[in-house]
């Protein structure tokens, strides 16, 4: 069974940045989008970041300008680079991608991020 495996979350100040990255343990075909989500403590999960087999991204008012998520289908990955990172920030982040060709959602099993002030 596939498995996405997400590196690169830790502690930084306030302003600071990380990049996490996310990579399938085998290759996924068809794929139609990836992205991420993050869950705070005490909160629902919710939608960071989304890029198409196109190209094409969306991204959470929150984070607007401030993250950039990027992907390569060809490797099975996807990227989340966070700048002027806040506190607010801190939560579990997770990578996902869907395939349009099997049906299938893939999760990561998520990676801390977190930001003192």
């Known amino acids: 069974q596939v498995q996405l495996v997400e590196s690169g979350g830790g502690l930084v100040e306030s302003g600071g940045s990380l990049r996490l990255s996310c990579a399938a343990s085998?290759?996924?075909?068809?794929?139609?989008?990836m992205g991420w989500h993050r869950q705070a403590p005490g909160k629902q999960r919710e939608l960071v970041a989304t890029?198409?087999?196109?190209?094409?991204?969306n991204y959470a008012d929150y984070v607007k300008g401030r993250f950039t998520v990027s992907g390569d289908t060809a490797k099975s990955a996807v990227y989340l680079q966070m700048n002027s990172l806040k506190p607010e920030d801190t939560a579990e982040y997770y990578c996902y991608i869907y395939s349009w060709r099997t049906g299938s959602e893939y999760w990561g099993q998520g990676t801390q991020v977190t930001v003192s002030a």
């Open positions: 890029i198409g087999s196109g190209g094409v991204t």
């Open positions: 085998a290759s996924i075909s068809g794929i139609h989008v």
